[in-house]
């Protein structure tokens, strides 16, 4: 090789270095998720705008370590031991709330934000909302409390129903309070209702058997990663049954459901963007309260009522957020 040439050779190297240096030490962050990446395109980009918010861009000066549970609980936890073994900055873990202590066990060396439908407090991540105190905070929805408007909403759409449906996973940490929520909004309203339970997509046509077989003319569906990373196929059978449902999240109306009420999902997930990138700027975890939502939404499939043959209330119409035609 010539000198010229060599000088040249390491030259390119040497301007080369700093980059890979550079890229060496952008700090990690940890995602782990219970759903898919086909269900939640939307909402990694609501993360990355949180993040950008704080001053961070992926690629640029922090790389972003995905892990997808697909819809299966149970890879969980082996996904958040390969996110450990990276040595991240910070964790989130978004639709996990069905190994959620477990997980923040596994996770405890590290800071970690949350977006949870559960309360902190009873579910140990928190000592209190305002001052988390340990190594966890992040974005709660406390969706239990979201039972009682979810059911009066349905029996404003479809009338007085004898029965109605209530579908959750049993397996989820927050299966239990909203069990209970519902059951309490259910009695003041004077309403029977019937729970089905769902672990898994593949126990959602069971399920489905139950609710026709219950005589169910309305249905609420729990907040669950698992049925929102299975929507199409709960909307699906829900049309063919032809039974009015209620969910949680605006994804479902947006799929074809008809009907959602409950807090911006995309926004838990911007604001967790935020606090993962304070927390990389030197935030502590322990001294960032837990953010709830200040605002829900009601959603309607306006196209989805006509296929049930349901006329929606001139002023439930009104008083809706967004109507989808």
């Not at 909302?129 to 969706?143: E, F, K, M, N, Y």
């Not at 408007?149 to 239990?176: C, F, M, S």
């Not at 009695?187 to 997509?201: R, T």
Request: aromatic share 6%; charged share 20%; hydrophobic share 45%.
């Amino acid at each position: 090789m010539r000198r010229r040439e060599f000088i040249t050779l390491l030259g390119g190297t040497a301007a080369a270095w700093p980059m890979l240096a550079y890229a060496q030490q952008r700090p990690i962050v940890g995602f782990l998720s219970g759903r898919s990446l086909a269900s939640d395109a939307h909402l990694v980009q609501a993360f990355r705008d949180g993040l950008g918010e704080a001053g961070y861009a992926e690629g640029r000066n922090v790389t972003i370590e995905f892990r997808w549970a697909e819809g299966r609980p149970q890879r969980l936890n082996a996904l958040a031991s390969e996110l450990v073994a990276r040595k991240p900055a910070v964790i989130f873990a978004g639709a996990v709330d069905v190994r959620i202590r477990s997980l923040n066990r596994e996770l405890s060396a590290f800071p970690v934000v949350v977006a949870t439908g559960g309360d902190p407090i009873s579910l140990g991540l928190a000592a209190s909302l305002g001052r988390p105190g340990g190594h966890t905070t992040g974005a709660t929805v406390i969706s239990a409390t979201l039972w009682p408007k979810r059911l009066e909403l349905l029996r404003e759409l479809i009338g007085q129903a004898e029965v109605v449906a209530v579908l959750v996973n049993p397996d989820n940490a927050t299966a239990d309070p909203a069990t209970k929520g519902v059951e309490a909004a259910a009695k003041n309203l004077g309403q029977q209702i019937i729970l089905v339970s769902a672990e898994g997509e593949n126990e959602f046509d069971a399920a489905f058997v139950k609710i026709a077989g219950g005589r169910a003319k309305g249905l609420l569906v729990a907040d669950d990663a698992i049925f929102q990373n299975g929507r199409e196929k709960l909307i699906a059978l829900a049309r063919r049954q032809a039974i009015p449902a209620i969910y949680g999240r605006r994804e479902f109306p947006a799929s074809g459901g008809l009907m959602s009420y409950g807090a911006s999902t995309a926004d838990q997930y911007r604001q967790s963007g935020l606090y993962v990138g304070r927390i990389l700027a030197g935030a502590k975890p322990a001294e960032l309260p837990f953010l709830q939502p200040t605002k829900f939404e009601t959603v309607i499939n306006l196209k989805t009522a006509k296929v049930l043959g349901i006329t929606v209330p001139k002023l439930l119409l009104t008083a809706a957020d967004e109507v989808i035609e």
